[in-house]
T-cell receptor
Framework: KNQVEQSPQSLIILEGKNCTLQCNYTVSPFSNLRWYKQDTGRGPVSLTIMTFSENTKSNGRYTATLDADTKQSSLHITASQLSDSASYICVVSDRGSTLGRLYFGRGTQLTVWP | EADIYQTPRYLVIGTGKKITLECSQTMGHDKMYWYQQDPGMELHLIHYSYGVNSTEKGDLSSESTVSRIRTEHFPLTLESARPSHTSQYLC???????????????FGPGTRLTVL
């Protein structure tokens, strides 16, 4: 069964600290993996997208890694800010075509305290 | 910032009312989607469209219906709202698939629906 599991479910860190969020998936075949940031009451916004051949992708203070062999990805946030408080969602696409299907994780709820 | 809009942002209505949630995008995307999301849960696809006059049901059974008469517009209708329809509804769009590196969806801000 194709699934996307994220951990931890929630995380609280102090402003300025780093953190790493995890995503494990069993989706096959694999096309790409995306990390989205979703602020409360808003729609998700794409942070990074990685294909099979990419094992790291950065977007400012966000760095995503992908190990396609172990089917694991992580999102590392450096020097966290209060505005980083949000849900971070891992999404995996199962094939490279218009008919590709998306599998969503439940997200990690990150809270950054001052 | 994605050019995809949803109205209303918040809606509180009584049981039995007919409602239409609006979604429009100005990016010329052919593909559009409706998702339902409950707090702390993953997004569930309820409808999608590959272009004008194309609509399909998603993975999650839904009593809602959609239409796609214009490329930029993808409204979702509930003929008779019930408390079980209370949820967040997210609209998304994406261009025709060209490569795995650029394949992404752009989401609207969502509509928070509460049915009393």
């Amino acid at each position: 069964k194709n699934q996307v599991e994220q951990s931890p479910q929630s995380l609280i860190i102090l402003e300025g600290k780093n953190c790493t969020l995890q995503c494990n998936y069993t989706v096959s075949p694999f096309s790409n993996l995306r990390w989205y940031k979703q602020d409360t009451g808003r729609g998700p916004v794409s942070l990074t997208i990685m294909t099979f051949s990419e094992n790291t992708k950065s977007n400012g203070r966000y760095t995503a890694t992908l190990d396609a062999d172990t089917k694991q990805s992580s999102l590392h946030i450096t020097a966290s800010q209060l505005s980083d408080s949000a849900s971070y969602i891992c999404v995996v696409s199962d094939r490279g075509s218009t008919l590709g299907r998306l599998y969503f994780g439940r997200g990690t709820q990150l809270t950054v305290w001052p | 910032e994605a050019d995809i809009y949803q109205t209303p942002r918040y809606l509180v209505i009584g049981t039995g009312k007919k409602i239409t949630l609006e979604c429009s995008q100005t990016m010329g995307h052919d593909k559009m989607y409706w998702y339902q999301q409950d707090p702390g849960m993953e997004l569930h696809l309820i409808h999608y469209s590959y272009g004008v006059n194309s609509t399909e049901k998603g993975d999650l059974s839904s009593e809602s219906t959609v239409s796609r008469i214009r490329t930029e517009h993808f409204p979702l209708t509930l003929e008779s709202a019930r408390p079980s329809h209370t949820s967040q509804y997210l609209c998304a769009s994406s261009p025709i698939w060209t490569s795995a590196r650029t394949d992404t969806q752009y989401f609207g801000p969502g509509t928070r629906l509460t049915v009393l």
